[in-house]
């Protein structure tokens, strides 16, 4: 039977009142804002080739770590996420906890980085970034902490040249690209990626967030907007609102080869798990992955969910495999006061207890 719905008057005018008057007072903390920025712990730059630079992170006392920690993000965000602000920096925790941590910024590629590849990522940036710090150190082998696409770019380089890695970190990462709740993996798994690629060149980032946008549209373009409203007479809040928002606009755009291939590949072709995927002429294959590996995915993640992560465990070669799950988003997990409390001292034990 039909229902109508049921408002009351009255108080829906006083909603509406209530978000006015909420908004009116709100706006002069946004007038007295000032620009706001990411990337707050300090650090040094060691090495750049062309768009991507190596920064070395300073904590406030010397590192205890006997082995560094390398960061290597995701190429379709920078990876100021992991240092968002001083309260909020995974980078800052770990610094605390005294690990010694350097981290990737892989740039934004323009036109002259339409025809990079795969290899070019993993076996070349990637890999001469693994080796800078290992000659900075004086050690055969460095530990890596791979997020999201950045951790499957670290798969594969384990796989590769596991004499290279002392330990493996995979945050967020997606492994199996085929599960039923993957809503990314359907949305690409029929695109002709290559009329996508030869028509666009270099994939634009406003499009990619708008991708990403509609995988919850009602939640990340309505909600979070009207839910501003309440924090408006907050100038903290709305600053923190602000930088995250930035943060999420501030991407670079995808190269085009790298685009192509990581797409057909991977959500495609699943080939990571099948041990097809070929890089460099070389066949990666996850049971060469020998060193200790600690695999991290969040409960609550739509982009990366549970089931894509943990087949790990199933595939690597390695016998020392500890998973971690986290109560928590994609973003949460490393910007949320419980993501602050738990993860970094939790990588930090890990690595401790082997040697690291």
Same mark, same amino acid.
């Given at each position: 039977?039909?229902?109508?719905?049921?408002?009351?008057?009255?108080?829906?005018?006083?909603?509406?009142?209530?978000?006015?008057?909420?908004?009116?007072?709100?706006?002069?903390?946004?007038?007295?804002?000032?620009?706001?920025?990411?990337?707050?712990?300090?650090?040094?730059?060691?090495?750049?080739?062309?768009?991507?630079?190596?920064?070395?992170?300073?904590?406030?006392?010397?590192?205890?770590?006997?082995?560094?920690?390398?960061?290597?993000?995701?190429?379709?965000?920078?990876?100021?996420?992991?240092?968002?602000?001083?309260?909020?920096?995974?980078?800052?925790?770990?610094?605390?906890?005294?690990?010694?941590?350097?981290?990737?910024?892989?740039?934004?590629?323009?036109?002259?980085?339409?025809?990079?590849?795969?290899?070019?990522?993993?076996?070349?940036?990637?890999?001469?970034?693994?080796?800078?710090?290992?000659?900075?150190?004086?050690?055969?082998?460095?530990?890596? &902490? +791979?997020?999201?696409?950045?951790?499957?770019?670290?798969? $594969? /380089?384990?796989? *590769?040249? @596991?004499?290279? %890695?002392?330990?493996?970190?995979?945050?967020?990462?997606?492994?199996?690209?085929?599960?039923?709740?993957?809503?990314?993996?359907?949305?690409?798994?029929?695109?002709?990626?290559?009329?996508?690629?030869?028509? &666009? +060149?270099?994939?634009?980032?406003?499009?990619?967030?708008? $991708? /990403?946008?509609? *995988?919850? @549209?009602?939640? %990340?373009?309505?909600?979070?907007?009207?839910?501003?409203?309440?924090?408006?007479?907050?100038?903290?809040?709305?600053?923190?609102?602000?930088?995250?928002?930035?943060?999420?606009?501030?991407?670079?755009?995808?190269? +085009?080869?790298?685009?192509?291939?990581?797409?057909?590949?991977? /959500?495609?072709?699943?080939?990571?798990?099948?041990?097809?995927?070929?890089?460099?002429?070389?066949?990666?294959?996850?049971?060469?992955?020998?060193?200790?590996?600690?695999?991290?995915?969040?409960?609550?993640?739509?982009?990366?969910?549970?089931?894509?992560?943990?087949?790990?465990?199933?595939?690597?070669?390695?016998?020392?495999?500890?998973?971690?799950?986290?109560?928590?988003?994609?973003?949460?997990?490393?910007?949320?006061?419980?993501?602050?409390?738990?993860?970094?001292?939790?990588?930090?034990?890990?690595?401790?207890?082997?040697?690291?």
């Amino acid at each position: 039977m039909y229902s109508p719905l049921r408002i009351d008057p009255l108080k829906a005018l006083e909603e509406i009142e209530t978000f006015r008057r909420k908004l009116a007072a709100g706006l002069p903390s946004l007038r007295s804002l000032g620009e706001v920025h990411f990337g707050a712990t300090p650090k040094e730059a060691v090495y750049r080739e062309d768009k991507l630079v190596l920064y070395h992170f300073r904590g406030e006392r010397k590192p205890s770590a006997k082995v560094p920690l390398l960061i290597s993000y995701a190429l379709v965000n920078t990876p100021w996420m992991t240092d968002l602000q001083a309260d909020r920096s995974l980078v800052a925790r770990l610094l605390e906890q005294g690990e010694d941590v350097y981290l990737i910024d892989w740039g934004y590629p323009d036109l002259a980085d339409r025809w990079l590849t795969l290899e070019d990522y993993i076996e070349g940036y990637l890999g001469r970034c693994i080796d800078v710090v290992r000659r900075r150190h004086d050690l055969d082998a460095i530990n890596l &902490l +791979g997020i999201c696409q950045g951790g499957a770019f670290s798969l $594969c /380089y384990a796989a *590769l040249h @596991p004499e290279k %890695l002392a330990n493996l970190i995979t945050m967020v990462t997606p492994v199996d690209f085929h599960t039923p709740d993957n809503m990314l993996s359907h949305w690409t798994r029929e695109m002709d990626v290559d009329a996508f690629v030869d028509s &666009l +060149g270099n994939i634009p980032a406003d499009l990619m967030n708008f $991708c /990403y946008l509609t *995988l919850k @549209p009602v939640r %990340l373009n309505q909600q979070k907007y009207v839910g501003l409203v309440d924090i408006l007479d907050d100038p903290k809040e709305v600053e923190n609102f602000l930088r995250m928002e930035k943060w999420i606009f501030d991407s670079p755009d995808q190269a +085009g080869e790298a685009f192509r291939q990581f797409i057909k590949d991977f /959500y495609q072709g699943n080939k990571l798990i099948k041990g097809e995927v070929m890089i460099g002429g070389r066949r990666v294959d996850l049971e060469r992955v020998s060193m200790p590996v600690l695999n991290i995915y969040a409960e609550q993640d739509h982009l990366v969910p549970p089931s894509a992560a943990r087949p790990l465990r199933d595939h690597v070669g390695t016998r020392d495999y500890t998973e971690l799950s986290f109560k928590g988003g994609h973003i949460g997990i490393y910007v949320s006061s419980r993501a602050q409390r738990e993860v970094p001292g939790a990588v930090h034990a890990w690595l401790a207890a082997r040697g690291g």
